[in-house]
């Protein structure tokens, strides 16, 4: 079985970046529906458009626009700004989830594959890793977050020794800011690509 956690985080990552996970982008913003229709104010009518680290991807605006609501648009944007831009941690730790980013910041096609296929709550045993003690235990707290929701303390504490307590809790705000997109997009299939299956890294 694959890594449950990580098909649901990257088939939410890519619609919010405005690409299907892979090494070549794809064309996101296809004009297709969501569940509920997309609400555009006009340029200029709408705080959330001031966001522009965020505004600027075609499918992240769609995932606002489903919100129906600008003040919780404004704070999804608000929210999404610091995970993306301007948390502590570690950048391939931050970007474990999210490969053409993880590319820009060092992660090896290796690493890619490896915390794609590895089932979930395994990555402590995989042989040979290609992973750094740091990023196998992001990835089992990730797994436990996603997964299970109660994080045991010997695996928060796994990678609490490797990071201080500012960067604890940007990790754990990560994983929770990145599975609320996934259950997000999914859920309301927004540009109707749920169904789109995430392809391997290459």
């Not at 996970?21 to 913003?29: F, I, T």
């Not at 505004?55 to 600008?70: A, F, G, N, Y």
């Not at 704070?75 to 993306?84: F, K, Q």
């Given at each position: 079985?694959?890594?449950?956690?990580?098909?649901?985080?990257?088939?939410?990552?890519?619609l919010?970046?405005?690409?299907?996970?892979?090494?070549a982008?794809?064309k996101?913003?296809?004009n297709?529906?969501?569940?509920?229709?997309y609400?555009?104010?006009?340029?200029?009518t709408d705080?959330?458009?001031?966001f522009?680290p965020?505004?600027?991807?075609s499918?992240?605006?769609?995932?606002t626009?489903?919100?129906?609501?600008?003040?919780?648009?404004a704070?999804?944007?608000?929210?999404a700004?610091?995970v993306?831009?301007?948390?502590s941690l570690?950048?391939?730790m931050?970007?474990l989830?999210?490969e053409?980013v993880?590319?820009e910041?060092g992660?090896?096609?290796?690493?890619l594959l490896?915390i794609?296929?590895t089932?979930?709550?395994?990555?402590p045993?995989?042989?040979?890793?290609?992973?750094?003690?740091e990023l196998?235990?992001?990835?089992?707290?990730?797994d436990?977050?996603?997964?299970a929701?109660?994080?045991?303390?010997?695996?928060?504490?796994?990678?609490?020794?490797?990071l201080?307590?500012?960067?604890?809790?940007d990790?754990?705000a990560?994983?929770?800011?990145?599975?609320?997109v996934?259950?997000?997009?999914?859920a309301?299939?927004?540009?109707?690509?749920?169904?789109v299956?995430?392809?391997l890294p290459e």
């Amino acid at each position: 079985m694959l890594h449950f956690n990580l098909s649901l985080l990257l088939c939410g990552l890519a619609l919010l970046m405005g690409t299907v996970v892979g090494h070549a982008p794809v064309k996101r913003d296809d004009n297709l529906p969501a569940r509920v229709p997309y609400v555009f104010p006009a340029p200029g009518t709408d705080s959330v458009r001031r966001f522009k680290p965020i505004v600027t991807r075609s499918s992240h605006i769609k995932v606002t626009s489903s919100l129906q609501d600008e003040g919780l648009a404004a704070g999804w944007n608000a929210l999404a700004t610091v995970v993306r831009d301007n948390n502590s941690l570690p950048a391939p730790m931050r970007e474990l989830f999210h490969e053409p980013v993880g590319r820009e910041v060092g992660l090896t096609l290796e690493q890619l594959l490896e915390i794609r296929l590895t089932p979930a709550f395994l990555s402590p045993l995989t042989p040979k890793t290609s992973l750094t003690p740091e990023l196998s235990a992001a990835l089992l707290l990730a797994d436990f977050m996603t997964n299970a929701v109660k994080v045991p303390q010997p695996v928060f504490d796994g990678l609490h020794k490797f990071l201080d307590d500012k960067q604890m809790v940007d990790a754990v705000a990560t994983v929770g800011t990145y599975n609320l997109v996934s259950r997000f997009v999914l859920a309301l299939d927004v540009d109707s690509k749920a169904d789109v299956p995430v392809p391997l890294p290459e």
